[in-house]
């Protein structure tokens, strides 16, 4: 890495809290979402651009990935936002503080979400903003005019991102010798040119749309830092017409593929969770050809990352499962094999419509989200099982920091006559703590938005723009909740 672009960005990374300062003084008159954007924009602007002409598609050699938007003084914040609207609580609130400090709670709202790039492939960035635009001319409530702003703002910075590069490309083009070399570079300069503005119109620009909408995704934080989209179904409709008319084959579509898997890989395990396979909404196992070149890709990539989750069902094809095998057997711990019924059960049990239920993905480790039209905290709460069990044996008493677990029942060991018994004490412990953890986050999640919207996910997100609010305001169509075992 060149010395600079590395001073750079640790410069960058060392004041960033500079530039929120900056941010705040310079615009302290704006709604937060606006201040937002405005940071947004200002941490695309500030990462170093760095593009090897080599590889096929392109992506920031530097990684991009900002740290959370919530930061460690979250849950204090989320208190204090949470008692304005339910001061009755004030008791399940220290409940909930000294869960965070006992280390039997840790709260990580917003956590994980997906976008559908569907969005954008239809639309393009221009055609976003000016929907946004559309909007800002009739709309009178200042409220959602400062949420088309920001929506401007972040989709303008992603444009303007865009054409970094398309500037170092050509400066690389001008420099470069070997004629091979060459065409690489200039078919990326055309594509970044067309995507800049408009959805891709083959299946290189949708490869490498897909690369820029995680670039930016995860630069935000915190929103999509582990999307989960259904690849091979977005993907397919550009393999197919490109192998119509020639301009491709499989090994050329492997190669590509491998190039995004390496993009993935510079944010590290599960920044992606990508899903394959699965039925539509009669039921028909919608596998394709994709299925099976995404899957080879990663038997060739040799790395976990991204994880990948196969959706199976009944009339999934014999060649789906011998590809899946294989990559299972070549030790990369992927894919995860998913049942559509159940899953798609599942979801519909939890309020899903049917029509998005069975277009569900996975993302994260293990979890479903409705791709573009869920806004998921599907790490809403991580909940120390063992915590509570150790809690238990010492009557409460944490025995690192002498804090009080407020047990429902207290028990000596020596009262019980089998395992049954404390089995049926440790039941009644762990409900008890679920049940303070939701409900304080019922609540929380509710107020989330108040501190830490996510403008640019919302600019790709179904209904956001049509409804003139963040996806963390219930923008889009569902608003879910999840804690996890940890």
């Known amino acids: 890495m060149n010395d600079n672009y590395l001073y750079s960005y640790i410069y ?85 503080k000294i869960a965070s400090e006992v280390g039997i709670l840790q709260r990580c709202a917003g956590g994980h979400t997906s976008v559908d790039p569907a969005i954008l492939f239809e639309d393009g960035y221009q055609g976003r903003i000016e929907k946004v635009i559309k909007k800002l001319q009739t709309e009178k409530n200042q409220e959602k005019r400062s949420f088309y702003k920001a929506e401007l703002i972040v989709l303008r910075a992603a444009q303007r991102r865009i054409s970094y590069y398309i500037n170092e490309l050509e400066s690389q083009y001008e420099n470069i010798e070997n004629c091979e070399l060459r065409s690489v570079v200039k078919r990326k300069i055309e594509a970044c040119k067309n995507i800049e503005n408009s959805g891709p119109k083959n299946f290189f620009e949708a490869v490498q749309l897909l690369a820029f909408i995680h670039e930016f995704n995860m630069t935000e934080g915190n929103g999509a830092l582990s999307w989960g989209i259904r690849i091979d179904q977005i993907l397919n409709p550009y393999y197919l017409q490109d192998m119509e008319k020639g301009l491709i084959n499989e090994d050329t579509a492997i190669g590509l593929i491998q190039a995004l898997w390496k993009e993935y890989q510079m944010y590290g ?127 409460g008493i944490d025995p690192i920091t002498g804090k009080v677990w407020k047990l429902k029942e207290k028990h000596d060991l020596n009262e019980f006559q089998d395992f ?54 219930n923008g889009t169509k569902y608003y879910n909740d999840s804690p996890v075992k940890s």
Request: proline share 3%; charged share 25%; glycine share 6%.
């Open 12 to 96: 960058m990374c060392a004041n960033q809290m500079s530039a929120d300062e900056v941010i705040g003084a310079k615009y302290r008159d704006e709604p937060l979402i606006v201040k937002r954007a405005y940071k947004f924009a200002a941490e695309l602007s500030m990462l170093p651009v760095m593009i090897s002409p080599q590889t096929l598609i392109v992506y920031n050699q530097v990684n991009g990935c900002w740290p959370d938007s919530v930061d460690e003084e979250q849950l204090d914040r989320e208190i204090s936002n949470y008692l304005k609207v339910y001061s009755e609580k004030l008791g399940l609130t220290q409940d909930i």
């Open 269 to 395: 395990e599960r920044c992606a969770n990508l899903t394959l396979g699965g039925t539509n909404i009669d039921g028909k196992d919608m596998s394709n050809e994709m299925t099976l070149i995404c899957m080879e890709a990663s038997i060739r990539e040799k790395s976990d990352v991204p994880l990948l989750t196969l959706r199976v069902n009944p009339e999934m094809d014999d060649i789906i499962w011998e590809k899946a095998i294989n990559l299972v057997k070549s030790g990369q711990g992927v894919p995860a094999f998913y049942n559509d019924d159940i899953a798609i059960k599942a979801l519909i049990n939890c309020g899903i419509e049917k029509e998005d239920a069975y277009n569900y993905s996975t993302l994260g480790c293990v979890e479903l989200t409705v791709a573009g039209k869920e806004f998921t905290h599907t790490e809403g709460a991580r909940i120390n099982w063992l915590k509570i069990l150790e809690l238990m044996i010492f009557g």
């Open 420 to 473: 049954n018994q404390f089995y049926d004490w440790y039941k009644l412990e762990l409900e008890n703590t679920i049940d303070k953890v939701a409900e304080f986050i019922d609540g929380a999640s509710f107020e989330y938005y108040k501190e830490w919207p996510t403008p640019y996910l919302s600019s790709i997100t179904y209904g956001c723009i049509e409804n003139g609010s963040d996806i963390t305001h």
